[in-house]
């Protein structure tokens, strides 16, 4: 079946390089020693064992390239070489076909250059393939016998060009079915050899990355943070009071600093106005322990679904507020730890500039405030949820308490401080760089070796730059997890008092029955 391939060297070779167009870059040398190589090749491996003769000349049926591969005076004839079929079984072919170019291979790896050999190894590969897969179609190689000499250095340049000949010998020779482009994504599993996917079936894909090393989603998500750690910087938040604590705001009367003077003004004045608004509403002296509140009765105005849905609701949001308002406190004092062991740093300390406009004062009031916003808005919440009426008033009353302690972050819902005002990453940056130094250098504050990211597990470093606001907050916070819960659970006819009109209602009521009783005591 494989009778009608052409005898001579530079036929065969161009032969089953026909379906790419890297060979018209290549030497006269490099094709004569390539052909050579691949026919001695081909008669080592006893397929041939005598010369045939040359093959038929055809009418060409379809021109795919028209390579000009004009070499010289190298006695090599043109021709139209046809590749009758191979048989009517296609795996027995595609088996057959690649035995034979593995056993080509082999001889002409020892016989020509290297390169020349893996781009002939390539081709060979895919024109086998290509001729296997319609074996009615006939290729048309045309040589011309004289090349230019401006023709000839173009070529010597062009074969320079290792990476483009490597480039263009990636991809797959045009199929009819499908039209695909030279720039197109190129099949890999084919391309090393291997079964190409079946109808419907998707190529293996390797993702790597930490899913490489993972064995579940935890293992994951630790090692992509500390990818991330290792190679960005652990960016410090802001807030209102450390931007003017830095001396960051390069006019004072603007209207971002009114505004900014506003956002402090209402969370010194709204948390207390909101407590003492409370501890007057409510009415203490019917009060009791027990879980009648919580009672479920079927039909019924005070005691039905709405009133123990907003009972289990509000345990929920107590819980979740009062955790939320401990993290945000120890955030703030990790905070506020590395700004002030910033501050302390040599680096700092060498550039009188970073220190001049420092004001410890704001920095001192944004860590109180921040301690007494958090502590004030989680007995808001309880004080709400207590004289709330439904499910509703809860969640709303738990979203506005929210906003009120979140108001002096930066970006924020007012917008008068953004991200532009306070780059984080770049004062994380030049946080790790100046601490490091200062925590190499002194062994007593850091006898362990951590790095100023674990700045908060160093007890020296914690103990000579932390405040005190924070050691009395965060176990507070921590205590309010657990006896604001319990008390909304387990604290009985803590309602609001009646209004007015509702006290005066209650009077008539209370006079009608005593005429009532007046009435029939002188009937009797």
């Given at each position: ?217 935890r293992e994951m998500m630790m090692y992509s943070a500390e990818d991330k750690k290792a190679d960005t910087f652990v960016p410090i938040a802001g807030n209102t009071y450390r931007f003017w604590g830095l001396g960051i705001p390069e ?274």
């Amino acid at each position: 079946m494989y009778e009608d391939l052409p005898s001579d060297p530079f036929s065969l070779f161009r032969c089953l390089t026909a379906t790419q167009a890297w060979t018209v870059a290549c030497t006269e040398a490099q094709v004569a020693e390539a052909g050579e190589a691949l026919m001695k090749a081909w008669q080592t491996t006893g397929l041939r064992e005598e010369p045939l003769e040359a093959p038929e000349i055809i009418k060409p049926q379809r021109r795919d390239l028209d390579v000009g591969g004009g070499f010289g005076d190298t006695g090599f004839a043109q021709d139209d070489t046809k590749w009758d079929e191979l048989s009517d079984d296609d795996e027995s072919d595609e088996e057959a076909i690649l035995g034979i170019s593995s056993k080509i291979w082999d001889p002409a790896m020892k016989s020509c250059g290297a390169a020349v050999a893996c781009k002939l190894q390539i081709h060979l590969h895919r024109t086998l393939f290509v001729h296997m897969k319609d074996d009615t179609e006939s290729i048309d190689v045309e040589c011309q016998a004289k090349q230019t000499e401006p023709e000839r250095e173009s070529a010597n340049r062009d074969n320079n060009d290792s990476a483009q000949l490597m480039s263009e010998a990636q991809h797959m020779a045009p199929n009819d079915d499908e039209k695909q482009l030279l720039d197109s994504p190129r099949d890999i599993s084919v391309e090393e050899g291997g079964d190409p996917p079946e109808d419907g079936e998707e190529p293996a894909e390797e993702i790597g990355g930490t899913f490489e090393y993972a064995d579940n989603f935890r293992e994951m998500m630790m090692y992509s943070a500390e990818d991330k750690k290792a190679d960005t910087f652990v960016p410090i938040a802001g807030n209102t009071y450390r931007f003017w604590g830095l001396g960051i705001p390069e006019h004072r009367f603007t209207t971002q600093n009114f505004g900014v003077l506003s956002i402090l003004l209402v969370q010194v004045l709204s948390p207390p106005a909101c407590i003492i608004y409370n501890l007057y509403k409510l009415d203490w002296e019917g009060w009791h322990f027990g879980l009648s509140d919580w009672y479920y009765i079927p039909n019924s105005d005070e005691h039905g679904v709405s009133n123990l849905s907003k009972h289990i609701v509000a345990t929920a949001f107590l819980i979740m507020f009062t955790l939320n308002g401990a993290m945000v406190v120890d955030n703030e004092r990790i905070a506020s730890l590395k700004i002030t062991a910033l501050l302390d740093a040599p680096a700092i300390k060498h550039k009188p500039g970073f220190l001049k406009d420092v004001n410890l004062f704001w920095l001192n009031v944004g860590r109180v405030l921040n301690c007494v916003v958090v502590i004030e808005c989680c007995l808001i919440v309880y004080f709400a949820f207590v004289l709330s009426e439904n499910p509703m008033d809860v969640v709303f009353n738990a979203l506005a308490v929210t906003f009120l302690y979140n108001l002096d972050d930066i970006g924020g819902e007012t917008g008068f401080l953004t991200e532009d005002d306070w780059d984080g990453d770049e004062l994380g940056k030049i946080y790790y760089h100046a601490v490091d130094a200062l925590m190499t250098d002194n062994e007593q504050l850091n006898p362990d070796g951590y790095t100023p990211d674990e700045i908060n597990s160093c007890n020296q470093m914690r103990d000579k730059y932390g405040s005190w606001t924070y050691r009395i907050a965060e176990p507070l916070c921590y205590l309010l997890v657990i006896l604001l819960p319990m008390a909304y659970i387990f604290i009985d006819e803590l309602k609001c008092k009646p209004s007015h009109l509702k006290l005066a209602v209650m009077e008539l009521q209370k006079e009608v029955a005593a005429l009532k009783g007046g009435g029939a005591a002188l009937v009797l």
